[in-house]
């Protein structure tokens, strides 16, 4: 019998600087931060070593630079127990950096310097085609080129696996994608590029999750930090709460929530129980610095009141 008991990430690894300042600086302004530190970040790695803490057998696909962030990154997905095997390295690209501000309320800014994840190609997509038959959900997120990433979706749709897309960074998508896309998670800032809906509450959230359904997708997950998960499918649109916590750093709050996911619905659960898990795990990672330094683990999550 097939069992399709891997998760497959095909996305970026970035070395993530982090500042914390009191509030955003302005523009032109320089501002003292309060501290520094750098930790291991990229949406693909952070939703690899997400759903490997939460008990999901994972394999990444991406590129790092011949570089010492190459093999830090590298190694810190390896030491969460992701298959590392085709994570490769550039001859001729750096490894991606993140530039991160945290401020007092908890919210960031982030640029990234894509560096060797841009060379992240559609010939990477397409040796997908022998993890398929043992895999049973692909994430893909936007910090790879967007010609791979509809190749490994157009792969995964082929061979039978479930794709879960996040549009993140936000941008618009190649029509060819939709179709693809059978769980769509986004935030606010990309449902509503994505939908032109602007987001003021959860109501709009949910009519963005609706109008987001009719491209293709099955099921349409909007996350709105405090104010909970807005979930649409063909059923209708609910409104699930977010747990009130203490935040120091909502830095990868996103990639939690898609890597708790992706394990539980890899296991066999349903929706429901694999968005309540989800939203628990993004909780405990907002009250901690960092990207995968903040993620919890299953146990933790299933211990957490
Ligand atoms: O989603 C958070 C991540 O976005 C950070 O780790 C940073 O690397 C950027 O990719």
């Known amino acids: 019998m097939l069992v399709r008991r891997h998760v497959v990430v095909f996305g970026s690894l970035n070395m993530d600087m982090v500042v914390r300042v009191p509030r955003m600086p302005q523009a032109g302004e320089t501002l003292s931060g309060r501290g520094f530190f750098s930790n291991p970040g990229g949406k693909g790695a952070n939703q690899a070593v997400a759903c490997a803490r939460q008990g999901g057998q994972v394999r990444m696909v991406g590129r790092v630079g011949d570089d010492v962030f190459g093999s830090q990154l590298r190694a810190a997905v390896l030491a969460q127990g992701v298959d590392v095997e085709r994570v490769t390295t550039s001859a001729d690209a750096s490894t991606g950096v993140a530039m991160v501000m945290v401020d007092d309320t908890a919210q960031n800014c982030i640029a990234v310097v894509p560096g060797a994840n841009a060379s992240v190609s559609v010939a990477d997509a397409e040796a997908l085609r022998d993890w398929l038959p043992e895999a049973g959900l692909l994430l893909l997120q936007l910090e790879v080129p967007i010609a791979a990433v509809e190749r490994a979706a157009l792969m995964?749709?082929?061979?039978?696996?479930?794709?879960?897309?996040?549009?993140a960074p936000a941008q618009a998508l190649p029509e060819a994608v939709w179709p693809l896309v059978d769980i769509l998670v986004l935030n606010e800032?990309?449902?509503?590029?994505?939908?032109?809906?602007?987001?003021?509450?959860?109501?709009?959230?949910?009519?963005?999750?609706?109008?987001?359904?009719?491209?293709?997708?099955?099921?349409?997950?909007?996350?709105?930090?405090?104010?909970?998960?807005?979930?649409?499918?063909?059923?209708?649109?609910?409104?699930?709460?977010?747990?009130?916590?203490?935040?120091?750093?909502?830095?990868?709050?996103?990639?939690?929530?898609i890597g708790a996911l992706g394990a539980l619905l890899v296991e066999g659960r349903?929706?429901?129980?694999?968005?309540?898990?989800?939203?628990?795990?993004?909780?405990?990672?907002?009250?901690?610095?960092?990207?995968?330094?903040?993620?919890?683990?299953?146990?933790?999550?299933?211990?957490?009141?």
């Open 156 to 167: 995964a749709r082929e061979g039978g696996c479930t794709v879960l897309l996040n549009p």
């Open 189 to 257: 800032t990309e449902a509503q590029l994505l939908s032109g809906m602007p987001m003021v509450d959860t109501s709009n959230a949910g009519h963005a999750a609706a109008l987001l359904l009719r491209r293709g997708p099955r099921h349409v997950v909007v996350t709105l930090g405090a104010q909970g998960v807005v979930w649409g499918s063909a059923a209708g649109t609910w409104h699930l709460a977010a747990h009130k916590v203490q935040a120091v750093d909502t830095t990868a709050a996103g990639d939690t929530f």
């Open 270 to 305: 349903t929706m429901e129980q694999a968005l309540a898990h989800a939203i628990r795990a993004a909780a405990i990672c907002v009250t901690r610095a960092g990207a995968q330094a903040s993620m919890p683990l299953r146990e933790e999550v299933e211990s957490w009141i």
